[in-house]
Every structure is written in C-alpha cells, then in structure tokens.
C-alpha cells in the first residue's frame, strides 16, 4: 500500500480501555490519512459509547459491509476471541489491511488457524511498546552504525515477556533468538536469549511501567538509558535524555555520539489535551508508537512491515516457555511466514 492519494476507510472493532485509549486516539493522529467509517463491538451499546466522542458510528453487523467498504480493519479484542471476530469480517479481507494487536493468538490449537490471516492484503501487529519515539531513536542509532556492532543489550525492569523480547529484536534487525535461559528470582524471572553472531539480550525482572534502565554495547560505543529519559547517575557511554518546553515532554536525545541525534513528539501536546481515561505519559508515547504501526500501511518503515504476524506469535511462545524451562532451544519454536 502506497502513499493514499484519498483517506483510507477504517473499520475499528473492539471498544474496550484499549481501544478507547490508544486505537481511537492514534486513529485521531493519522486522520489527513485514515477516515474511520465505523465501530464494532460484540455488545452495541459499547461500541457506541466508545464511537461517540470520535464521531464515529457504531455498526451493530459488520455484513452489512461489502468487500470494498474498508482498506483496513483494527482489531482490538481479548486474544481468544480474534480468530471468531476474525471469521465475522472475513468477507471484507480481499484488498484490505489488518491491524491486530499482539499476540494474535490465543490458544496453541489457533495455530491452526493461521489461514483465517492470510486473506487479508496486509497485516501488522500492534506492537506499540517496541514503537514509542524513544526506542525508535535508539533503533535508529543502531541502524546507522553509531554504536558499531552490537553484541549485547541488557534491560532492567522496564521489559515484559513478547513485548521485551519484541523490542530486543527490533533492535537487533529482527534477528530470531537461538536459545534462551532464564532464572526464577522474587516477582520475576530473569532471561538471556542468545542471537545469531553471539548476540545477547538481557531482560531482568520485574517489570515496573515506566522504569528501570537499559543498556546496548556495540564495538564503537555504549548507550544507556531510562526508559523515560530521566537521568541515570553515573551512566556510562552516550545517554538518552529528555527534551522538554514550557508544555513539558517535547522530545528525546542520544548525548554523547559523535553525531547527537534527536526525536521529535510532535503529536504530545494533541494527546495531552484529548483528555484520555489513562492520559499518563506512557500511555500517550505508546499511543505515539501505535500511530507508527498503522502508518507504516503506506510510509517506508525499517521494522513494522518486516515484523509479521508469525513473529509476534514466535515471540509469545519463546517468552511463555522461556519463563518455565531453564533452557529453551528457541530456534526451534519458529513458524513458517516469520522473518530472519
């Protein structure tokens, strides 16, 4: 899917938090792009309500939309009833998007079901955590070789099972992780996933939104970093930072490179006066992230139209079995349509 010259039609379903407070409000970012031409809801009632303040109809049937209605579908739904909501609207899939959160699956026996997918035109994953602005930056750091080769990355606190080891890989170029092994510690468990080239990615435990600190060796330099950018004392290496005005978070910096770097948050200030249910800053960067995600529909994107459905997929299992098998061959836990 090319630049639209017109809006793309979007169908939304879901009305739950999620929807509410990112698919909504990132859909209200892109809307010289995307035109939402309904909501639907396994209960109407909900659909509307979450329709309303966006301006959006509630559509009590999705039949009664042909194919050709739509250019793109958003499904934000719980993960065991995708596959049902899937089969509701497949007569729309022929030439259109899909949009679905991660993991896409929800029992191993959906596995199965894999081809309930492949109608649609094209898919991505709602991965909005390996998205928000800030670990763009820092992927794009890497790409552009500031850091040299990167051999390890370690992350502290701030990572949870697929959505950790997603953004491990996005910035590791998608690579698959070859094993994994982990540790039972207090409210968590630690994991080392081991990379093609002897790369190493750390995720320790437990998880606190909003906190903790990760770092990423390459042979030119390290960078580290809040997840936040506030300050980490005696941080070694180049440094995420915060950029902020009168208005607060304007944007994120990598001090310390020979060639500084910065990411602007152009959409913070539309967010922050949208008066969301979970109007945290968090939140308005995953929603940032999301934004990400369904643009790269038609923008060039280094990690979202590379990152498939079956990795998302991948990701869940390795993560799900990592945490209950000392040492895990992960290679072995791949599925066909996946990337590298």
């Given at each position: 899917m090319t630049q639209p010259s017109s809006r793309l039609r979007a169908l939304v379903v879901g009305s739950g938090h999620r929807v509410r407070n990112a698919f909504l409000p990132a859909l209200n970012l892109l809307d010289s792009h995307v035109e939402v031409v309904g909501i639907h809801s396994r209960t109407y009632e909900n659909a509307r309500r979450a329709g309303e303040r966006w301006g959006v109809e509630a559509i009590e049937d999705p039949r009664v939309l042909r194919p050709g209605d739509i250019d793109v579908a958003l499904v934000s739904v719980t993960v065991t009833n995708n596959v049902a909501v899937l089969k509701s609207i497949a007569h729309l899939a022929p030439g259109a998007a899909l949009v679905i959160d991660t993991p896409g699956m929800g029992r191993?026996?959906?596995?199965?079901?894999?081809?309930?997918?492949r109608k649609w035109a094209q898919i991505r994953v709602g991965e909005d955590f390996m998205n928000m602005p800030q670990y763009r930056l820092v992927g794009d750091a890497i790409r552009a070789g500031a850091l040299g080769d990167v051999s390890r990355i370690s992350m502290s606190e701030m990572g949870y099972r697929y959505h950790a080891l997603a953004l491990l890989r996005s910035w590791l170029g998608l690579l698959p992780p070859s094993s994994a092994r982990s540790q039972r510690i207090p409210g968590g468990v630690n994991i080392s996933y081991r990379f093609k080239g002897g790369k190493v990615g750390e995720v320790s435990e437990p998880y606190r939104q909003g906190v903790g600190s990760f770092a990423v060796t390459g042979s030119r330099a390290v960078l580290t970093g809040h997840p936040m950018g506030n300050e980490i004392r005696d941080a070694p290496g180049a440094r995420l930072v915060r950029l902020e005005g009168d208005a607060g978070l304007t944007g994120f910096a990598i001090d310390g490179l020979e060639t500084p770097m910065t990411i602007d948050l152009s959409h913070h200030?539309?967010?922050?006066?949208?008066?969301?249910?979970?109007?945290?800053?968090?939140?308005?960067?995953?929603?940032?992230?999301?934004?990400?995600?369904?643009?790269?529909?038609?923008n060039a994107d280094p990690v979202n139209s590379r990152y498939h459905l079956e990795d998302a997929v991948a990701d869940n299992l390795v993560s799900f079995a990592a945490r209950g098998i000392p040492w895990l061959p992960a290679a072995a836990i791949r599925l066909r349509g996946a990337g590298r």
């Open positions: 191993l026996d959906d596995l199965a079901r894999l081809t309930q997918f200030a539309t967010l922050a006066a949208m008066g969301l249910e979970d109007d945290s800053e968090f939140n308005l960067l995953r929603i940032d992230g999301l934004s990400q995600v369904i643009s790269s529909l038609w």
